[in-house]
């Protein structure tokens, strides 16, 4: 079983920028990808960002530009962090921490509120 802390959600106005951290333990040694998924108010859930144990990222193409993603190991522990910069209204969502393990298995963590506005 993998536990999730995220942290790092908030409010800031338009153009701003905010960085979020999700730290993974527990069940680490077999995530291969681990990345941030978001979703706003009557949509679905949608994949913002994500980075393989490689180190291979996928950046959505409304973020692309704006936003980065890393990631940091150790023995025990996993942390992806996501730079979010020239940030729009239009980001406004609940994002959410994800990690994809061998063999299929997921785990999601509670999500953090992230609201652009002036």
């Known amino acids: 079983q993998v536990q999730l802390v995220e942290s790092g959600g908030g409010l800031v106005q338009p153009g701003g920028s905010l960085r979020l951290s999700c730290a993974a333990s527990g069940r680490v040694f077999d995530i291969y990808d681990m990345g941030w998924y978001r979703q706003a108010p009557g949509t679905q859930r949608e994949l913002v960002a994500s980075?393989?144990?490689?180190?291979?990222?996928?950046?959505a193409d409304s973020v692309k530009g704006r936003f980065t993603i890393s990631r940091d190991s150790t023995r025990n522990s996993v942390t992806v962090d996501l730079q979010m910069n020239s940030l729009k209204t239009e980001d406004t969502a609940v994002y959410y921490c994800?990690?994809?393990?061998?063999?299929?298995?997921?785990?999601w963590g509670q999500g953090t509120q992230v609201t652009v506005s002036s």
């Open positions: 994800n990690t994809l393990h061998y063999g299929g298995s997921a785990d």
């Open positions: 980075i393989t144990r490689a180190g291979t990222t996928n950046i």
